[in-house]
């Protein structure tokens, strides 16, 4: 999916800002600040890691420039980028009245605000009590969001603010969503700071890469060659560049087959991200619990919560 202007047309090919080099690099070994959560972890850091930077111009991921596959491509389908969502005076002030809540620290020098039932999401339950939607600043924020095709009928019943700070060496391992409660799309509001969102994948198998054309990116919009090179899944890591103020929708593959994460080095200022989730299709009209799906619904958009 390529990048959405503000106006609803498709943005000209421009190129992404530079978030790094090198091809056959090592994982930063953040994960010994804390200590390895196992033998997975320890392979994790180790592995061989080839660098790919995501185009929302084109929709495709190609090598770091000086690396072993620089110049190579393949399609990256299901990230959409909307960049100057919001204003500087809508940003300052969502910051401001987030900042009158209190924060609850979290995971990986994180702080955290949930707006949304209580989930145990490996019991599969949830509970309604003390939920009273989302936050009244997000309802022009998610009215605004119905403007773009993409999100027209999204519907979020739950918000996560999350607070990054490089003081506090802030990150987000490589995970996949929820899928029983939380359905297809996945949007993230990013304030305050640029950063990168790394995406990865553990399935077995390759990839299969075209060279870009001459005129890259431009070219790729009109065609690329055949695939004549492959790399390893496991081997791969895709950064794609978020701008400030810019909104963040992981559909598809990008949702449910890639990883993300935020690593440390690319927290170099205070980052605030709001992420709003939809429900998935057990939670709908015609799903087993339609009903209480219903009712997460009208909790939500009465736009009355308060962090739980």
């Known amino acids: 999916m390529r990048k959405v202007r503000k106006d609803g047309q498709r943005a000209l090919p421009r190129r992404q800002p530079q978030v790094g ?21 320890l392979l994790f850091l180790l ?26 491509a393949f399609p990256f389908p299901g990230v959409t980028l909307i960049e100057d969502f919001v204003t500087r005076e809508e940003e300052a002030e969502m910051v401001q009245l987030m900042d009158r809540e209190p924060w609850k620290l979290s995971q990986s020098g994180r702080r955290k605000q ?41 519907r979020p019943v739950e918000q996560c603010n999350l607070d ?12 996949l969503d929820d899928a029983w409660l939380w359905g297809e799309r996945l949007v993230s ?9 790394s995406m990865s994948r553990e399935a077995p198998g390759s990839l299969l890469l075209c060279l870009a054309p001459s005129g890259f990116p431009e ?11 492959s790399v390893l899944c496991q081997e791969v890591e895709v950064a794609v560049p978020v701008p400030r103020r810019s909104l963040l929708v992981l559909t598809g593959a990008a949702r449910h087959q890639w990883k993300h994460a935020i690593h440390r080095r690319h927290v170099e200022a205070r980052r605030v991200c709001a992420t709003f989730r939809e429900l998935s299709a057990e939670f709908c009209p015609g799903g087993r619990q339609q009903e209480l799906g219903q009712e997460l619904l009208q909790i939500s958009l009465s736009f009355q919560g308060r962090p739980m």
């Open 21 to 41: 080099r090198g091809s056959a690099s090592l994982r930063t070994p953040a994960a010994f600040q804390s200590g390895f959560r196992g033998f997975r972890s």
């Open 164 to 175: 990054y700070c490089p003081e506090r060496g802030s990150a987000i391992d490589p995970h």
């Open 189 to 197: 509001l990013n304030l305050l700071s640029s950063t990168v969102l």
């Open 47 to 72: 592995q061989k890691t080839h660098r790919f930077i995501y185009y929302s111009d084109t929709g495709w991921a190609v090598g770091a420039e000086e690396s072993d596959f620089e110049g190579w």
């Open 219 to 229: 070219a790729l919009v009109e065609g690329v060659m055949a695939p004549s090179r």
């Open 114 to 154: 949930d707006y949304g039932p209580k989930v145990n999401f490996r019991k599969q339950k949830l509970k309604t009590a003390g939920f009273r939607g989302l936050p009244s600043f997000s309802r022009d924020v998610v009215r605004r969001m119905g403007l773009y095709p993409i999100l027209e009928d999204f």
